[in-house]
Nanobody, 123 residues
Framework: QVQLVESGGGLVQPGGPLRLSCAASGSIFSINTMGWYRQAPQKQRELVAS???????NYADSVKGRFTISRDNAKNTVYLQMNNLKPGDTAVYYC?????????????????WGQGTQVTVSS
């Protein structure tokens, strides 16, 4: 059983910072790519940023230069530092991780999702 637990969401004024965290726990053999997605009302879920196990990062154009993704492999945790937040960043943010678990029949790779955390940017 694998769980992703997010924290750090909340209400912030435009221009302010916020840091999200997501910790993976359970019967984990290894974690490949970890990432953050977001979904605003009436919109599709979109990739915000991702980071591979070796530290290669990828960002949506809308957040480049403002958001930074990082991870602590020893803690199975991924972070999203968000600076200069804009009202358009308001959404539910979801953590995602591609995780390998060791099962009786062998190694299984699955994508796991957190429960989501609300980020609201408003004055």
């Amino acid at each position: 059983q694998v769980q992703l637990v997010e924290s750090g969401g909340g209400l912030v004024q435009p221009g302010g910072p916020l840091r999200l965290s997501c910790a993976a726990s359970g019967s984990i053999f290894s974690i490949n790519t970890m990432g953050w997605y977001r979904q605003a009302p009436q919109k599709q879920r979109e990739l915000v940023a991702s980071i591979t196990a070796f530290g290669t990062t990828n960002y949506a154009d809308s957040v480049k230069g403002r958001f930074t993704i990082s991870r602590d492999n020893a803690k199975n945790t991924v972070y999203l530092q968000m600076n200069n937040l804009k009202p358009g960043d308001t959404a539910v943010y979801y953590c995602n991780a591609r995780i390998t678990t060791a099962q009786a029949m062998g190694f299984i790779v699955n994508d796991y999702w957190g429960q989501g955390t609300q980020v609201t940017v408003s004055s």
